[in-house]
């Protein structure tokens, strides 16, 4: 079982950016495909974007893309989650998680994925 840890949330204004960081220990992260997800009290889980393992093609919900960036470094066993001209309603809890080693992927869904960090929260606000 890896475990992941995330960093980097805090509080920003609208416009402004964050730089996510999701560190996995346990095993190698090239071996991992891995998301981020979001949530906001009373909401399901949603996902924000994913990044494959074997060919590193990256995946978003909606137009998130316009705004998010997913990238890792499988030397640094880090995956990252560039997040610009942020809005308030971007204001959650972000998590990352892990799938099967080599599984296949798309468009992040829950149900993919089996091991999950902690959370950091994001802020946006004036």
């Known amino acids: 079982q890896v475990q992941l840890v995330e960093s980097g949330g805090g509080l920003v204004q609208p416009g402004g950016s964050l730089r996510l960081s999701c560190a996995l220990s346990g095993s190698a992260l090239a071996d991992y495909p891995i998301a981020w997800f979001r949530q906001v009290p009373g909401k399901e889980r949603e996902g924000v974007a994913a990044?494959?393992?074997?060919?590193?093609?990256?995946y978003y919900t909606g137009s998130l893309k316009d705004r998010f960036t997913i990238s890792r470094d499988n030397a640094k066993n880090t995956v990252y989650l560039q997040m610009d001209s942020l809005k308030i309603e971007d204001t959650a809890v972000y998590y990352c998680a892990a799938a099967a080693p080599r599984a296949r992927i798309g468009i992040p869904r829950l149900q993919d994925y089996g091991s999950w960090g902690q959370g950091t929260q994001v802020t946006v606000s004036p």
């Open positions: 990044i494959s393992s074997t060919d590193g093609n990256t």
